[in-house]
């Protein structure tokens, strides 16, 4: 539509004028135009993924080659096997699943606790942690980097995922906490009341009646950690890179990156790095209203 | 707490008050118990580690105000906070004002709608070792995609990442694309916007971009002003693409502030020195949040309640 409008304006006609006059007043006008807009900014946001993709598939030969091919042929499907054995990549994935199973439990479980308790109970003090709460997360996380690497290699910490896992424990995280009180405040009391009415304690009307009617919010807490837990690389490097045993993906895929001497096989690297991408998308469309919910209320704590 | 009241009758206190107050307590323990311990310990670890000379096989040595001064004659201090405030100016202006763009037209209600935010938001979210693997290779000299790209227009290769010149930008270009964090929040701002106040615009005539600068401007204003202090915390924090693609290189072009932080302290295991540049970053960033919200905060436009 765009280029049709354009023909038009060429030829400058007084009947045709008022024929583009009308279309750019016109809905139909902007709609075209944004939407072509949007076309090329999407091509360009793909353009990286496509790139990863078929270089993916290609054989060390193809990588090469000027100018690129953008469908190979014949795809080489064996690259995928080959970043796969070439490193324990299977190990690794074990290892970053049991870290990601582990924080998912100490932060759902640890940050619905605190937040339900700054959320439904009133108590002195409230408000003065719950400003330290929020006052942790406006500390950049890189400040503290050094002196709790200190702290875990003194008390024997490093090569171990307890610097990784045993944290999330204690309070799991201010953002979590932030964002399941502000769900918890917005629930409906009455429940709880009769609840409290007969006798139930406060630790069952929060794992019997509140649990459950947050599991949207916990299913937004849970997409992000397991977001930030398969991501991280920080951590990884700091805490496990001495030892490849307990290499997770990210730091696999770091160290594979790094271990080429001579020629780099990108053909192997663009593969690996697809397998790591892939889960995440999975994720992203299974879950994605809890991506959205999540976000939303980051945005609005500005 | 029935079984607790039975078993521990004589600590479980009489008054209902006083008994929300031990239960309210007792919730947000976790949290108390993880500020003390990785927060305030460590910070206070931090404060020590400043006034001591440690490479953590030795006896850490009291060396004063060393470390402190050590900043004066370092060099490298320098180079990478010229490094990071490159990054900064180059990536945050950029991707604030371009993801603003992209909100806008992706806050209408054309064909396909759903499908464009995924795509923008998709690069926001893939792992940064994977996000530096790929780059890498997209910027590759002789068989990169930029490259070909280039080619393709009869323009030279760049040698983006072992070109001083060059590291940078294409740092900056790869940060572009993730946006889509961003964009998603300035969206859901827009969104925010009251339907109302554009049907009030348009009867009072206003037009397309009086709508943009006298309604949607103004009152998203406070997301901006949010993207801009998050932009500028992130962007001051950049690590993995500094580390795993240029190793900080070339000439220290892109060493990063967290990245020479990183060297300093677990590759040189100069404890001391390294804590006293983590505390100095945080001093930057909240020097420049509290710079913001000075000169930037006052344009916000805050909305009356009530």
Known sequence: MATQSETVSTRRAPRDRLVIGRLINGERLWRVLTWALLLVGACVMLLPFLWLLTSSLKTQLAVFRYPPQWIPNPPRFQNYVEAWTTRPFGIYLRNTVFILILNEVAILGSASLCAYGFARIDFPGKNFWFGVVLSTMMLPGVVLMIPTFVIFSRIGWVNTYLPLTVPAFFGGGAFNIFLLRQFFRSLPGELADAARVDGCSEFGIYSRIMLPLAKPALATVAVFTFIGAWNDYMGPLLYLSKDPNKYTVALGLAMFRSAFLGRTRWDLLMAASTMMILPIIVIFFLAQRYFIQGIAVSGLKG | ?306
């Not at chain 2, 404060?47 to 060099?75: H, S």
């Not at chain 2, 603003?100 to 209408?108: C, E, G, K, Q, W």
């Not at chain 2, 393709?152 to 760049?158: C, D, F, Q, S």
């Open chain 2, 1 to 306: 707490m029935s079984v607790g009241t039975r078993r521990l009758g004589h600590l479980w206190p009489r008054t209902a008050k006083s008994r929300r107050a031990v239960t309210g307590y007792l919730f947000i323990l976790p949290f108390i118990l993880g500020f003390l311990l990785w927060f305030l310990v460590p910070a206070l670890t931090a404060v020590w580690l400043t006034f001591f000379d440690w490479n953590m096989i030795r006896d850490p040595v009291y060396v004063g105000l060393e470390n402190f001064r050590e900043i004066f004659r370092d060099k490298l201090f320098v180079q990478s906070l010229k490094a990071t405030a490159y990054y900064t100016l180059g990536s945050v202006p950029v991707s604030l004002v371009l993801a603003f763009l992209i909100a806008l037209l992706l806050n209408t209600k054309v064909r396909g709608i759903a499908v464009f935010r995924t795509i923008f938001y998709l690069p926001s979210i893939v792992p940064a070792v994977a996000n530096a693997v790929l780059w890498n290779f997209v910027f590759n000299t002789e068989f990169g995609l930029v490259n070909a790209l280039l080619r393709a227009l009869g323009l030279p290769k760049i040698m983006w990442f072992q070109d001083p010149k060059w590291a940078m930008p294409a740092l900056i270009i790869m940060s572009l694309w993730g946006l889509g964090y961003t964009v998603v929040i300035y969206l859901a701002g827009l969104q925010g916007i009251p339907e109302v106040l554009y049907e009030a615009a348009e009867i009072d005539g206003a037009g397309r971009w009086a709508k943009l600068r006298h309604v949607t401007i103004p009152l998203v204003s406070p997301v901006i002003f949010f993207n801009l202090i998050m932009g500028i915390i992130g962007s001051f924090q950049v690590f993995t693409a500094g580390f795993l693609i240029t190793a900080g290189g070339p000439q220290n072009a892109t060493l990063f502030y967290v990245l020479y932080t990183y060297r300093t302290g677990i590759q040189y295991f100069d404890m001391g020195y390294a804590a006293v540049l983590a505390w100095i970053l945080f001093f930057i960033i909240l020097g420049l949040t509290l710079l913001v919200f000075r000169y930037v905060g006052r344009l916000v436009y805050y909305e009356d309640v009530g």
